[in-house]
């Protein structure tokens, strides 16, 4: 009976649903979105996203070897948390922070610091375009013992989104305190996994210096910092290998750039520098890069500005391409 049992025992523990191949497909294929997902309209990624998580959580609620759970677990948190990325980035926080939580159960189970500190930031990021500019300081805080133990990009990404929320707070030595974490962080960065898969998954330099810029341009003072530093994003976009692009960062850089120069009165400026943003078709035109315009829109409702030509037309051009976005093209089958 004891032998039987222990036959038992061993068909069961050597049975698995998963094969060497299923797992290097999910694999590929969640690494194949993730490095186009910065540079290509969600229209025509979404679909194959959402495969990718069923098939992992399908997988998941079969049977199959330890180690090959934890690497099912990585690439479902990983693919729930581009879906959070999605479902923000066409105007859906409440179910972008429930793809969030997914995705840190996930990690917790791969028990993976880098992706428990990048869905952290993933929910600072939903939270700070969502106007909660709160909860976006708290979850930022709430990874940084994860940042701490790992030496990916994402221990930088925590600290530069924490700085946006504390500025949008109104709290500028806050602020410069997570950059210059952010900045300590950068120097002792050594690639992980997650920075492997590229893309949505890592933090690079161009993107760093745009939430710089876009920390900022939020405290009175900082204009022409803000301006510089938005501008050296955009060259250090443009210089970077073509896969670290991201039309998203250049897109918000380049909102910085005009909100700047419509605090300094530069509306000439200010217009040239938001063009490229507001030439973006319906399926680029994000959550965020929209609400990045609306606040260049929104400098612009000022007394100094009510009667002026070029803020008026500016003001209504903004307001046109903000009733057109990537939730619209979505909609439309594209």
């Known amino acids: 009976m004891a032998a039987r049992r222990a036959r038992r025992f061993v068909a069961s523990s050597e049975a698995s649903n998963v094969g060497p191949e299923t797992l290097t497909q999910l694999r590929e294929e969640t690494a194949r979105i993730a490095g186009a997902y910065l540079l290509q ?45 999605a479902s923000h980035d066409m105007g859906d926080p409440h179910t972008a922070l429930t793809q969030a939580r997914a995705a840190f159960v996930c990690a917790d189970n791969a028990g993976h610091d880098g992706l428990r500190a990048w869905t952290r930031g993933l929910q600072s990021l939903t939270a700070y375009w969502a106007g909660w500019p709160n909860d976006a300081a708290r979850y930022a805080m709430a990874g940084v013992e994860f940042a701490a133990r790992t030496r990916g990009s994402s221990s930088v990404w925590l600290p530069a989104q ?16 997570a950059l210059d974490r952010a900045q300590a962080a950068r120097e002792a960065v050594e690639s992980d996994d997650l920075d492997e898969f590229g893309g949505v998954l890592s933090f690079n330099r161009p993107r760093q210096l745009y939430y710089t810029a876009d920390t900022l341009v939020w405290l009175p003072g900082n204009e022409q910092r ?49 063009r490229p943003v507001l030439d973006l078709p319906a399926d680029q035109r994000n ?7 609306m606040r260049v829109h929104n400098a612009l409702r000022v007394p100094a500005y009510a009667r002026t030509p070029q803020a008026r037309d500016l003001r209504e051009e903004i307001e046109q391409y903000s009733q057109v976005s990537v939730r619209t093209a979505l909609s439309r089958g594209r």
């Open 41 to 85: 309209p969600l229209p025509t990624l979404l679909f194959d996203l959402i495969e990718c998580q069923d098939v992992a959580f399908r997988l998941l609620e079969g049977r199959q070897r330890p180690t090959e759970s934890v690497e099912l677990y990585l690439l479902a948190g990983i693919t729930s948390g581009m879906l959070a990325k």
């Open 162 to 177: 924490e700085a946006r929320a504390w500025a949008v707070l109104g709290d500028g030595e806050q602020a410069q305190a």
């Open 287 to 293: 959550a965020g890069i929209v609400a990045s315009a």
């Open 226 to 274: 803000a301006d510089r530093l938005a501008g050296e994003a955009l060259s250090a976009y443009a210089e970077a290998d073509p896969a670290e692009r991201a039309f998203g960062g250049e897109a918000g850089a380049r909102a910085d750039q005009s909100l700047a120069r419509v605090h300094t009165g530069d509306l000439d400026g200010a217009a040239e520098a938001l």
